[in-house]
């Protein structure tokens, strides 16, 4: 992959990409204002085209535009990328916004309610000629930019124009305006409308010259729908990720969070003595997160209520924290490529998936929230969908069948869960596309992982009694959840068709990549701390990684054969296969580019940055850098997160213990995030997944 720098251009449109018709000339070239109407500000948009490597208007855009983007926006700005240091030592004017990633600047000015976790049903979008409260799934009409196309400008630039615009809706007012012809006109709202007949406007513009022009402008919009789980909502990537103080530390024992030793987290050598021979670290002392405190000048008592209040206020920041959903999930990254590549759409997107989520809870029924209080639920994902596209109450009742266990146990009750839907014509709209990430879960991947991170479950006994299930089995288990699976995935199946009328071909589902190899091709584990130094309790085994990876290629067959059956396949419930689209042709890309990888280039330099940081005894500086110059959207070879990156990424503390307690660094980095593809991978992921969605664009959506 190379980086294209060639500057984003407002070119001419050679083809009417949107009229499905014979290609012709056009006399007059047009955009959507603000296209992707998750953002309720043009200038987030704006921000974000300014990465895109290629004309909006490009034919055909490179095979990997998204990860192109990615790099253009989150490459760090300085001078000398050597390493984390080096980087923050040649800072450039940039540094800061590039370094907390593009997402930081675009979350607080969109159409979803952080806080009370929801979209919003209407919202207040800006434009460069004002404010309108818009339907978020329907809206009455469009911002369109219209100006000569350059053959016509070149004649006509220092002349006059008189533009006309009449809406194609029988009975519409026409509208009249003159201005130099170098000044592009500006429709503040175009009609929309499910019936193409009935939205757009005619335009007309007539020369200096006295020749006329003419373009029917209609605006496609699509509703893009994303359900599942943490594959899909961008855990381990806030949006605005934690950063770090490059003075103090944590140190993790509540025994120690006493005035008395306040000092020894400021970090003074002479002091640390007492802790830990010279030329060792303390394993409870770690990177501490940059606190108000410090950038004041004094220091807030570690167990007073000023620092917790400080600690919780540098905390991450999600677009949705209880689904540690962020704009980096590849959902986000498909509906922002679909509004940039088609200067004529528009992208209605809503993401429901949500970290922790199965079939059962997660999208049928309500599940715990990854932040919050004890007692803090997440509304299941179908419910929140029909919220949004019902236009009243849901009056249609269905039953599906669900095999219900509780993680750990074997023991499996068949449920009768009951949903109400509305009906068919008192949905706002149909559904473009469903992308699709679930089943994990449902077998108990996280688990999976930490039983090959960790040496046995009593280690993580007081996580488990915290989150009230069991945390960590092996694939003895998970092998009585699979048998299950095809029953759970029939259930989706049927839901999607009679809540919302989504036929299974327009629905993507992605498989999951492959996070065990590192950049030879071998199974991670050669190096069992390699990223996990974390917390001395864990480290990768590699044959018990193994037993993992040998369930999981069973579990990708089975999933395989659940979508869409064939030769080999058991008998399902799902019959001949749940008909969805199974996309698999990202997962090459993953290999050799797993949790454990380095960069073949320069192995030992990345292997060495893939530790944590820490102040070695005798040191006044952290080794191997400082967290304060961590950059957590920076490329790297591997495209899964570590335990330490997600540690140092998203940094996510449990409310349910003393922040200081000695788990908490296990917590913080397995619960924000380890093990799950960076923004990088969710990048590459999403430009295989628009090559589908594309594909299902020239197809007609309320015909089937």
């Not at 990633?101 to 929801?118: F, I, L």
């Not at 969908?385 to 009742?397: A, N, Q």
């Not at 349910?656 to 960076?678: E, K, R």
Request: glycine share 6%; proline share 7%.
């Amino acid at each position: 992959m190379v980086r294209i720098v060639a500057a984003v251009a407002f070119a001419a449109v050679s083809v009417i990409i949107s009229s499905g018709g014979p290609a012709r000339a056009a006399d007059l070239v047009w955009q959507v204002e603000n296209p992707f109407r998750f953002f309720k500000n043009a200038a987030s948009f704006a921000m974000y085209e300014r990465g895109y490597p290629v004309a909006r208007d490009a034919a055909s855009p490179p095979n990997d535009v998204v990860w192109r983007t990615e790099r253009r926006l989150n490459d760090p700005d300085c001078k000398t990328t050597t390493d984390f240091d080096t980087c923050a030592a040649t800072a450039r004017r940039r540094y800061e916004a590039s370094r907390l990633g593009w997402a930081a600047q675009t979350v607080d000015a969109v159409c979803y309610d952080s806080r009370q976790g929801r979209y919003l049903q209407t919202c207040d979008r800006r434009y460069s000629w004002g404010t309108v409260k818009e339907d978020y799934i329907l809206p009455e009409a469009h911002t369109v930019i219209v100006k000569l196309a350059p053959a016509h400008l070149a004649a006509a630039a220092r002349g006059e124009c008189t533009w006309t615009w009449l809406p194609r809706k029988p009975g519409g007012k026409s509208e009249t305006r003159k201005d130099v012809c170098v000044t592009p006109l500006k429709i503040p709202r175009v009609p929309f409308s499910l019936d193409p007949a009935a939205s757009g406007v005619a335009v007309q513009v007539v020369l200096p010259d006295g020749r006329t022009l003419s373009e029917q402008i209609v605006v496609e919009d699509r509703l893009i729908v994303a359900l599942g789980d943490s594959f899909a909502s961008g855990e381990s990537n806030p949006d605005r990720p934690v950063t770090f103080s490059a003075a103090r530390e944590m140190v993790y024992d509540p025994v120690l969070a006493r005035e008395d030793v306040a000092s020894r987290a400021i970090g003074k050598p002479a002091q640390k003595q007492a802790i830990a021979p010279h030329g060792s670290f303390d394993f409870k002392q770690l990177p501490r997160r940059a606190l108000e405190d410090e950038r004041t000048g004094v220091f807030y008592p570690l167990s007073s209520k000023q620092f917790e209040t400080a600690f919780n206020a540098a905390g991450p920041k999600w677009l949705s924290p209880d689904c540690h959903r962020s704009q980096y999930g590849y959902p986000f990254r498909v509906g922002l490529q679909l509004a940039l590549e088609n200067p004529h759409r528009s992208v209605t997107l809503l993401s429901f998936a949500c970290t922790g989520s199965e079939v059962t809870e997660g999208l049928f029924l309500d599940k715990k929230a990854r932040e919050g209080s004890a007692h803090a639920t997440v509304r299941a994902q179908l419910d929140q969908l029909s919220d949004m596209l019902c236009r009243g109450p849901r009056t249609v009742r269905a039953t599906y069948q669900l095999p219900i266990y509780e993680s750990g146990s074997t023991r499996i009750v068949n449920d009768t869960v009951t949903k109400s839907w509305c009906a068919p014509n008192a949905r706002k709209r149909p559904i473009d596309t469903v992308l699709l990430s679930i089943g994990g879960n449902d077998v108990g991947f996280s688990a999976l992982m930490l039983y090959a991170m960790t040496e046995s479950a009593g280690d993580l006994a007081p996580i488990a009694g915290l989150l009230g299930q069991q945390i960590r089995y092996s694939p003895q288990i998970a092998r009585v959840y699979l048998e299950q699976l095809d029953e759970r995935m029939k259930a989706v199946r049927d839901a999607l068709r009679d809540g919302f009328g989504v036929p299974p071909a327009r629905v993507l589902q992605t498989a999951y990549e492959p996070i065990q190899f590192d950049e030879t091709g071998a199974l991670c584990g050669a190096q069992p701390t390699l990223g996990l130094d974390v917390h001395k309790k864990l480290s990768l085994s590699r044959e018990r990684l193994g037993e993992t990876v040998n369930f999981l290629q069973d579990f990708f067959a089975r999933t395989a054969c659940i979508t869409h059956g064939g030769r080999g396949c058991p008998a399902l419930a799902t019959g001949a296969g749940t008909g969805f689209q199974l996309i698999t042709d990202h997962q090459p890309e993953f290999a050799r580019r797993g949790i454990c990888a380095r960069d073949p280039r320069n192995a030992q330099a990345d292997g060495a940055a893939m530790a944590m940081p820490r102040r070695w005894v005798g040191a006044e500086d952290f080794a191997p850098y400082s967290p304060a110059a961590y950059l957590p959207y920076a490329h790297r070879w591997r495209l899964f997160r570590t335990p330490n990156d997600a540690f140092l990424t998203a940094n996510v503390h449990s409310p349910g213990f003393s922040l200081f307690d000695i788990l908490q660094p296990v917590y913080a980095a397995m619960y924000s995030g380890a093990v799950h593809p960076t923004a990088e991978g969710h990048a590459i992921v999403a430009d295989h997944v628009v090559r589908h969605v594309r594909t299902l664009m020239g197809k007609p959506t309320q015909k089937e």
